[in-house]
């Protein structure tokens, strides 16, 4: 009979789980340990970020201010060249049309004595059309209160049938573009005679009361039987 060898039914020794378990412990721990470090990093990084978005933000800011002033002066400028141009034009116009109101006062004077007639009138008429639309514009009319701004006054005189100093005669009219006087009217006035405001005053109270007695009389009554409350009884 064949002798058994001792010791082949028996299980050869396995290593237990243990290590392997042990060894998972360990490597979470370590996983478990590394996470914390990534938010530091993050943070770190999103407030670099920040830093960058607000120096961009700040200088955009300044920029668009730039931009808007740079605007506001070139508005500002070509509002100043616009009226500088306007303002040239006005003057060149208003000297051009000054050389030329001793041409249109000899047109009024000949159209007054009559001789404004045949291509003369054409001519003269062509002329002051042009100079209206130009804007001249001529002004100062007899009846009309004398006015120091738009008038001068050439002659004097006093008029009992004037109540203000008044232009009584035009003399060389006056001519203006737009609200620009470029010469005044030239005239004759008259002011109210001294005492006449007066007499009048006087003469009004008389045609009153020659009113009243005329009224009295028409009435039956006599200024007497007014004062004394009315006719004495019987």
Do not use: W
Request: net charge negative; proline share 6%; charged share 30%.
């Amino acid at each position: 009979m064949t002798e058994e060898t001792p010791g082949f039914d028996e299980k050869p020794d396995v290593p237990s789980g243990n290590g392997s378990e042990d060894a998972e412990p360990q490597a979470a721990g370590s996983s478990a340990q590394e996470e914390p470090a990534a938010p530091a990093g993050d943070a770190a990084q999103t407030a670099g970020l920040t830093a960058q978005l607000d120096q961009a933000r700040t200088a955009l800011n300044e920029r668009t201010a730039d931009l808007q002033r740079l605007q506001a002066e070139f508005q500002n400028y070509r509002r100043r060249v616009e009226r500088d141009r306007i303002a040239v034009r006005e003057i060149a116009v208003a000297n051009l049309l000054t050389e030329l109101l001793p041409v249109l006062d000899d047109i009024g004077r000949a159209r007054d004595h009559g001789e404004l007639v045949g291509g003369f009138k054409s001519v003269a008429e062509s002329l002051e059309t042009v100079a209206a639309k130009m804007g001249l514009q001529q002004f100062g009319k007899e009846g009309e209160p004398f006015d120091p701004t738009i008038h001068e006054a050439l002659m004097h005189s006093y008029a009992p049938d004037v109540t203000e100093t008044t232009c009584v005669g035009i003399l060389q009219p006056g001519y203006k573009i737009g609200d620009r006087i470029i010469r005044p009217a030239r005239v004759a006035v008259a002011e109210p005679q001294p005492g006449a405001q007066t007499v009048q005053s006087e003469e009004a109270g008389a045609e009153d009361a020659k009113s009243e007695d005329a009224q009295a009389a028409a009435t039956g009554e006599s200024a007497d039987d007014k004062e004394s409350g009315g006719p004495d009884e019987g």
